[in-house]
């Protein structure tokens, strides 16, 4: 059976974008492949700088009316979206697991992850309000209101195809933007039927928008046009900078989720046993290919041997294959190249004398598609790329380390700060060490940091702004002062 032909609906199946409530074609055309088998999914219409253009003017269009929508109307509809979403999960992750790669069961985890930043938002818009204030001038009142930003472009990468346009357009939404989406190329078929459960939940046309093509050509667009007022994007810091540069020509707000360099910090009072439960969820999740997985596993001495055997019994029960094999644990890589990257980091390790205890290989061969075995590695220095760059597949790197303060310098010691983990029973440490450091999260005693009603960003280089809960909603809006005169004469 082929991936697509699982598919209960197969009118959620679309290869055209989706602007101004009307599916469009282009004169070209795109590959869309599977990783893990290299089957062809689709061919996708790539509709250049002319769709994105368009789709901008239909987002204009929509704003002026999407705007005055009331809140209480703006939530029903998200409601309704977010029950076809639900009602369709099955189609959806399959969608992802075909395009992406992750296990099925994973695929369904990320439609529920999304899913609750959708029913959070709806909520959220009845709660958007502003505030009385105390004003010197006598017989005046002073208040605030929150305003939708306007028209917003949202870049989306391919590791989360379905929960990173949710966690961006349902707070937007919600706020009173109208949205254009320009997903990754590798992943456009889970955007592209979301975008038609959204035209079935009855949003209006130009409100919400879809485009597919080349970045190229459409990510000038999105950046250079007057009526985009605010840019979020989530991706490599490289690309974060450059649409920064770009948007700050029309001084545009800009809501970047961008890379990391996550430390996993093991402390000598931890649970060791559930440290490395903990290291197993956050580090293999999508086949290590998130932004907040695992990158530095900082283990002080005194358990650093207990931990690693613990974690490598773990590692090596992890079976790689095909998403859609219900035994399977963890995915391929997004691509060969993929699959490149990370074998030359772990050969440049192992050379340069770590110890690889398991995994360490291409499985490309073996299985056919883009996979990397499940690795775990030691004896790394904290100086090599495999420590200092964002290693975005399954390796987890371990690194002894001495006491609480050479753990939080080699923890700080990079331009990133999204997330960061400890493992610790010291209550003085969780405050001490959270507190020191430099991240936008920290996890104590747990391996996961993002929920639809919590802040999720980072600082330093991994982003600017924060998703979800309240403060995710008020991203997408202006706050504005009202100062009214003569009340009492």
Not at 226 to 253: C, N, Y
Not at 410 to 420: E, F, K, S, V, W
């Amino acid at each position: 059976m082929t991936a697509l032909n699982r598919l209960q609906d197969t009118a959620l199946f679309k290869t055209d974008s989706f602007i101004d409530g009307q599916w469009v074609s282009g004169q070209n055309r795109f590959p869309v492949d599977n990783p893990a088998n290299r089957e062809r999914l689709a061919e996708v219409a790539d509709v250049g700088a002319d769709g994105a253009r368009r789709a901008i003017d239909a987002a204009e269009a929509a704003f002026v009316i999407w705007r005055k929508v009331s809140p209480f109307e703006r939530a029903k509809l998200l409601h309704e979206w977010n029950r076809l979403i639900l009602a369709h999960i099955d189609d959806l992750a399959v969608m992802i697991t075909a395009e992406m790669g992750k296990p099925l069961a994973e695929a369904k985890g990320e439609i529920l992850y999304g899913s609750a930043f959708i029913d959070w938002s709806a909520e959220e818009a009845k709660r958007l309000h502003g505030e009385t204030l105390s004003v010197p001038m006598p017989g005046a009142r002073g208040w605030t209101i929150r305003q939708p930003v306007g028209v917003v472009s949202c870049i989306t990468p391919w590791n989360f195809p379905a929960a990173m346009i949710t966690r961006k357009c349902a707070p937007a939404l919600a706020a009173g933007c109208t949205m254009v989406v320009k997903p990754a190329p590798e992943t456009p078929l889970t955007a592209l039927a979301l975008a038609e459960l959204a035209d079935r939940a009855g949003i209006p046309k130009g409100v919400f928008n879809v485009v597919c093509g080349e970045a190229e050509q459409i990510g000038p667009v999105l950046t250079g046009s007057k009526a985009v007022r605010l840019i979020g994007f989530t991706g490599s810091t490289e690309i974060g900078k450059l649409l920064m540069r770009q948007a700050a020509d029309g001084v545009k707000r800009v809501a970047l989720e961008l890379g990391g360099n996550a430390p996993f910090i093991v402390m000598d009072d931890a649970d060791v046993e559930a440290a490395a439960t903990g290291v197993a969820q956050a580090k293999f999740r999508s086949g290590g290919q998130t932004c907040v997985s695992p990158n530095r596993i900082l283990v002080q001495e005194g358990v650093a041997d207990a931990f690693l055997d613990a974690l490598e019994t773990r590692i090596a029960a992890v079976r790689a294959g095909d998403g859609f094999d219900p035994d399977v644990q963890i995915g391929p890589l997004i691509h060969d190249e993929a699959v490149t990257r990370v074998d030359s980091l772990v050969r440049s390790a192992a050379q340069s004398g770590a110890r690889v205890r398991v995994g360490g290989k291409s499985l490309a061969a073996e299985l056919g598609g883009s996979f990397f075995a499940p690795t775990l590695i030691e004896g790394v220095g904290l100086d090599h790329e495999l420590a200092s760059g964002e290693i975005f597949g399954p390796v987890a790197s371990v690194y002894r380390m001495t006491d609480e303060a050479s753990i939080i310098k080699a923890a700080n010691d990079t331009p990133y700060g999204l997330a960061a983990y400890l493992y610790t029973r010291d209550i003085g440490r969780v405050h001490r060490m959270s507190e020191a450091l430099d991240y936008g999260m920290v996890g104590i005693n747990a391996p996961m940091v993002g929920s639809a009603s919590t802040p999720f960003g980072g600082v330093k280089e991994s982003g600017i702004g924060r998703e979800g809960g309240k403060w995710g909603v008020e991203e997408f809006t202006d706050l504005k002062y009202v100062l009214l005169a003569g009340v009492n004469p």
